[in-house]
């Protein structure tokens, strides 16, 4: 009994020891990311072909998310909101919930499943076919050439996709209530122009995305760059990424709300 | 160091962790010559690679390439260096995202500030010299398994390097692929006065086109000659490595304990 207890506890703390080298690995790659982002300055080419795979081709699952998010806001608040009179103001609950919260969280989770994953397979089978070895035997750093302007896509995508969530959101919410219910229109903008505050809830939210931006493409990167070059290694850290984004994501959106919105009607 | 000695290698070791690779290794490759570099799986040919292109560290000894020790430079000082060599990998590893032509002008765009006019003049007689020049336009998908390693091979010889390393060149290919592959060896070596270093297990290809064979076992250098003092040795390893002869020096049989006793029947017939 002794014996399974201490295997156990061994177990606990090479698990614990193996998750801090991890941390510190990864941290140490991250500031090499930084550091090594002088080429994707120079050659800025370079981030505008990887923006179009991570910004661009998720714009379809972030558009048609965000209209499908905004309707059902939409509906639910007006269920709620006309009980009590006030379906007026269910343009400001579509506005706010989607600027402040749903925008940059869902975007940054439905961004971290379809590019973020993407990212990973890609520089993990990069990796496993030895091209990022090929690279560096060419003298040419592959972190410098493959890993930043990847990392740097992701970061200036993000914020934009999250704006096109929140775009799309109010858009559905106004379809459902305006045009479907039939809630008043003018109310209905008047409300949400008065209620939205360009600093607390639009810099706050865009802040939001920005963190949530580098979270995940710092993730994709080196969960790809650390991945074992085999079949399962690369699977394995596919679905890391989007587990440890999804995860990070949320934390993160509590300790900035705390922040951000701390004594703010 | 010799003047026309390109790599020398001089007690070289190596360890992954606690497990010996190499154990003191000596050798010495001249320039212009094609070098076999044979031995078992796992017996370290690949690990002599990355030492002698810097990827790793020895742990004893030095290789020195072109009158400099690898494992002392810089970072900037071994990436100088390494754009005087190309490395061919087993499968090509060519860059899956890019065009065989710009497979081929990668190292030329990111090293050099030719015009792409010059640039495509290049690429396309690099791609000539394999017999590729009317595939530039293909992506690596679209390729056969010889077609990406003589792609590959054009990419490696883009900047008109020293030496060429070639990981498993022959591994998986169709006969006609295997002797182009053998023959391009061959005569890129002595157009272009290069020196080639080729890790192989296929001993009848490689013997047609070499000057000179090490044998790796152990980690250390078992054998080596040229292919006719190969062919004729009685050492018992070359000989069995050379005629792929079951059992030898190298055993059938992986170690165990005695067959009667894994089967239990000791009791029975003692």
């Not at chain 1, 998310?65 to 006309?82: A, D, R």
Request: charged share 15%.
């Amino acid at each position: 009994m002794p014996k399974r207890i201490v295997a156990s506890i061994q177990h606990i703390g090479h698990r614990v020891i193996e998750s801090i080298w991890r941390l510190g690995r990864a941290t140490r790659f991250f500031i090499l990311v930084l550091l090594k982002s002088g080429t994707s300055l120079r050659r800025f080419g370079l981030v505008i072909r990887e923006l179009y795979f991570t910004g661009v081709l998720s714009l379809i699952i972030i558009v048609v998310s965000g209209l499908f998010v905004g309707m059902v806001l939409g509906l639910q608040g007006y269920e709620t909101l006309q009980k009590y009179g006030s379906e007026s103001a269910v343009g400001t609950l579509v506005a706010l919930s989607l600027v402040r919260e749903l925008g940059p969280v869902v975007a940054a989770l439905l961004f971290a499943s379809r590019a973020g994953s993407a990212i990973t397979a890609e520089i993990g089978l990069m990796k496993a076919t030895e091209q990022l070895a090929a690279m560096g035997l060419m003298a040419v750093d592959p972190i410098a050439r493959v890993v930043a302007p990847r990392f740097w896509s992701g970061v200036i995508s993000m914020p934009f996709l999250a704006a096109m969530f929140s775009v799309m959101g109010v858009f559905g919410g106004y379809l459902v209530t305006v045009v479907f219910i039939g809630v008043d229109e003018g109310s209905f903008w008047s409300q949400m122009q008065s209620a939205v505050d360009f600093r607390f809830d639009i810099l706050n939210g865009f802040i939001k995305s920005c963190f949530f931006g580098v979270a995940v493409t710092a993730i994709a990167v080196f969960e790809g760059y650390d991945a074992p070059p085999t079949a399962e290694g690369v699977s394995g850290a596919t679905t890391r990424t989007v587990v440890t984004s999804s995860l990070v994501i949320l934390g993160l959106d509590f300790i900035l709300t705390a922040f951000m919105f701390r004594g703010v009607s | 160091m010799p003047p026309d000695t390109l790599i020398e290698a001089k007690s070289l070791g190596f360890s992954y962790d606690t497990r010996p690779i190499l154990k003191g290794v000596d050798m010495t490759m001249s320039r212009g010559k094609v070098i076999a570099i044979m031995g078992g799986s796992g017996s370290g040919k690949t690990t002599l690679l990355r030492l002698i292109s810097g990827e790793i560290q020895p742990t004893s000894g030095y290789v020195k390439f072109a009158g400099e020790v690898v494992h002392e430079l810089n970072r900037d000082a071994l990436f100088k260096l390494r754009r005087k060599m190309g490395m061919l990998f087993q499968f090509g590893a060519l860059f899956t995202d890019l065009s065989v032509f710009d497979n081929v002008a990668f190292q030329m765009r990111e090293h050099t500030n030719l015009p792409e006019s010059m640039i495509r003049d290049l690429v396309l007689m690099k791609l000539h010299a394999v017999g590729l020049r009317g595939a530039h336009h293909l992506m690596p998908n679209q390729l056969s398994g010889g077609m990406a390693r003589r792609v590959a091979l054009a990419r490696s010889i883009a900047l008109d390097p020293m030496l060429i390393m070639y990981d498993e060149p022959f591994t998986g290919l169709d006969p006609i692929s295997l002797s182009v592959i053998g023959n391009l060896i061959r005569r890129l070596t002595d157009t272009l006065g290069i020196t080639s270093i080729v890790v192989t297990h296929d001993v009848q290809e490689s013997l047609k086109i070499v000057d000179y064979v090490y044998f790796i076992a152990d980690g250390v250098i078992a054998a080596q000659g040229t292919p006719k003092e190969v062919r004729d040795s009685v050492a018992p390893f070359v000989h069995q490595f050379v005629h792929g002869e079951e059992d030898g020096p190298v055993p059938f049989h992986y170690p165990a304990q005695a067959y009667k006793k894994d089967l239990n029947l000791e009791d029975t017939f003692a």
